[in-house]
């Protein structure tokens, strides 16, 4: 018993360790910005700093620059005033907690990142909520400012310390590297499923830094072409160690081909810069003119492999400037992309909405209830909301206990402390403390509690404070609850089924891009933002399937998200014959009466099959093997009967 303590406690030590190694950054930036805030504005201004530290903590693993910087400064002080604006008049306060809240988590969240709206709603709840008269609004608007220029300062010096290169240039330079283990690996003959995960972990990370680099509007400059590009190489490596039918091709020459390439990619990461590739590009330029010319599978790896490898090596060094990026918008793929979020299916339009409820609830008894501390209703219910509805369930249950395990800690240690020097350096330390719990968990709040009940009980008695804090956050549990159980609830399940229809939906989208590109040429950018979306969707539905306990059966899921996975690399590959001109044109008119014939028995029904007329043998090998690999895929999917995992009408009401 003794040693199941000791290892509990031991346990829960190294988690704490590793948690403050990782957080010990953001503590600092907190107690310099909380002294000086404290010294410049009075203790009023505490709310400030807790904001702003929480942008610190998003920020720091991103990748800034001065526009980021700019538009951080204009966004905070617009969202102040707006803040204040909330204080004047019980109808204004109604409509902005209705709808800055809504705008926010459209423009600053999406499915991949549903927290994205975070910070910035944060600024606004917490200024609102922190009330001042017409006279001192100059006063807050340059606290404001100067926690913006401090933030900047921060996360320029952060960068300096702990990011000394490009991290452009430092991805690029460990994906090179990654790869070149994977072929090197394939050359040996040792690739497996494992190396497979590897890579696709790897697709996933990078899709997800270029998507998040636009949220919103797709746009796409050099640095999410780049992201994107990589992310395609990942996928081209993986497709082809799952694919074993091209180990049929393997000779001598292929397995010396496939150790000269990892060679020439190890080279690369050593030499690839921001400034100048042009000697990588030639030597990639002669590696694929000697190649050998063998047809199927390693032929089109190989060619499809370095012709993005030479995309990249030049994409690297571009730098766009503002109005290149407006010109780059995807225009079609942003309408489709504002016409799926603007519907109830949208993760996005039903967390908007009862963000905007439970706000307006909140604030709205702020407002019109004369009680103290009556704040700590909508700020409470700000904290429990979440994107996820198993995670706000989850946290309605967790916060309680961590608040009135903080209410007993307060209560024991609070008449201990002599003066207001000993309880500010409390409630300080309680929310260092703080930055090293995980959020979400039983233990997180214990100090927050602290923090707050330390501050409260300066201006008020103690036990009260105490009272109120419980009080209030059982009501905000409750409204919670309300909203999230009677108002466009997101369950998991729901979402899973919405994805599976988006992945079909978005396999449509890339067979229209290839009837586009019979016609004209069309940008990688087009491509990209489809990949990325397909794969992010893709990747949201496995980790759904790998969670225990889901209504459905996990081997027939995966069977479903395999198949599909294959169609679109299949799908991609074709794309790629096409931009680099290696189908002949008299095929066209036959592959886009494929096209069109797949589109209409794929989306939305996914039921008939009638392609046995189809010949595909007279459109070149290249083209006819991928055709036929992509038809075998599709028949399997259909008898999976996929549309079974269509998201019901009654679902997208009321889980």
């Known amino acids: 018993m003794h040693r199941n303590i000791f290892s509990k406690l031991s346990k829960g030590f190294s988690i704490f360790w590793k948690n403050f190694l990782s957080a010990y950054p953001v503590i600092i930036f907190f107690v310099v910005l909380f002294l000086i805030t404290v010294s410049m504005f009075s203790l009023q201004y505490a709310m400030v700093v807790s904001i702003f530290t929480t942008m610190f903590n998003i920020q720091r693993r991103r990748q800034n620059s001065i526009g980021n910087f700019i538009k951080i400064f204009f966004i905070s002080i617009f969202l102040c005033l707006l803040a204040f604006l909330t204080t004047v008049n019980p109808v204004y306060c109604l409509i902005l907690n209705f709808c800055i809240p809504f705008l926010l988590v459209f423009l600053q969240s999406s499915r991949f990142n549903p927290k994205g709206y975070f910070s910035y709603a944060m600024l606004f709840i917490f200024l609102e909520l922190m009330p001042v008269p017409a006279s001192e609004l100059p006063r807050e608007l340059t606290a404001v400012m100067f926690s913006v220029g401090f933030l900047v300062a921060a996360l320029v010096l952060y960068t300096l310390i702990f990011h000394p290169s490009s991290k452009k240039e430092l991805d690029i330079r460990f994906g090179l590297k ?35 680099n636009h949220k919103f509007i797709p746009v796409h400059n050099s640095h999410t072409k780049l992201y994107d590009m990589f992310s395609i190489l990942f996928q081209r490596a993986a497709y082809l160690v799952h694919d074993t039918t091209w180990q049929t091709e393997m000779d001598a020459e292929h397995i010396r081909e496939l150790q000269e390439l990892a060679e020439f ?142 209410c007993c800690v307060e209560y024991l240690v609070y008449p201990l402390l002599p003066g207001i020097g000993w309880k500010l350096l409390f409630a300080v330390a309680m929310l260092c403390l703080m930055y090293c719990a995980t959020p979400g968990t039983w233990n997180h709040p214990i100090f927050s509690t602290c923090y707050a009940l330390t501050l409260a009980s300066m201006t008020m008695n103690e036990t ?56 004209h040429h069309t940008d990688i950018s087009v491509s990209s933002e489809i990949l990325s979306l397909f794969h992010m969707t893709y990747e949201q539905a496995v980790d759904y399937i790998k969670k225990p306990g889901i209504p459905f059966d996990p081997e027939y899921c995966r069977q479903v998200m395999l198949t599909l996975w294959h169609m679109f690399s299949e799908l991609e590959q074709i794309e790629y014959l096409l931009q680099t001109n290696s189908i002949d044109r008299k095929c066209y008119p036959d592959l886009y009466h494929i096209a069109d014939r797949i589109q209409k028995q794929i989306y939305p029904s996914c039921t008939n099959l009638a392609w046995d007329d189809l010949h595909l043998q007279d459109l070149g090998d290249d083209l006819s093997y991928v055709l036929e690999q992509y038809m075998k895929n599709a028949k399997r999917l259909i008898q999976l009967h996929v549309t079974s995992l269509y998201p019901k009408r009654y679902h997208l009401v009321r889980s």
């Open 178 to 212: 990654e790869l070149a283990d994977v072929l090197e690996q394939l050359a040996e003959g040792n690739a497996d499923y494992k190396t497979r995960g590897r890579l696709l972990d790897l697709e996933h990370k990078f899709h997800l830094t270029a998507y998040n």
């Open 464 to 519: 009260l404070a105490i009272e109120l804090r419980v009080v209030y956050l059982l009501l905000a549990v409750l409204l919670v609850f309300i909203v999230n159980r009677f108002f466009f609830p997101t369950r998991r399940e729901t979402q899973f089924r919405c994805n599976i229809k988006e992945l079909l939906r978005l396999h449509n989208s890339y067979w229209e891009l290839i009837k586009e590109s019979m016609t």
């Open 265 to 406: 990619l190890r080279y690369a990461s050593q030499n690839i810069n921001t400034r100048n590739n042009d000697p990588l590009i030639r030597q990639a330029r002669v590696f694929l003119n000697e190649m050998k010319d063998a047809d199927g599978r390693l032929r089109i790896f190989f060619r499809s492999f370095l012709h993005m490898l030479i995309l990249i090596f030049r994409y690297i060094t571009t730098e766009d400037t503002i109005g290149a990026r407006w010109n780059k918008i995807c225009w079609a793929e942003l309408s489709v992309h504002i016409k799926r979020i603007c519907s109830l299916e949208s993760l996005e339009m039903r967390f908007a909405l009862r963000f905007s409820i439970i706000m307006t609830a909140g604030c709205a008894v702020n407002a019109f209830v004369n009680v103290t501390h009556a704040y700590w209703i909508p700020l409470n219910a700000f904290l429990l909301l979440q994107p996820d509805y198993e995670e706000s369930a989850h946290r309605m249950k967790t916060r309680p206990i961590g608040t009135i395990i903080g």
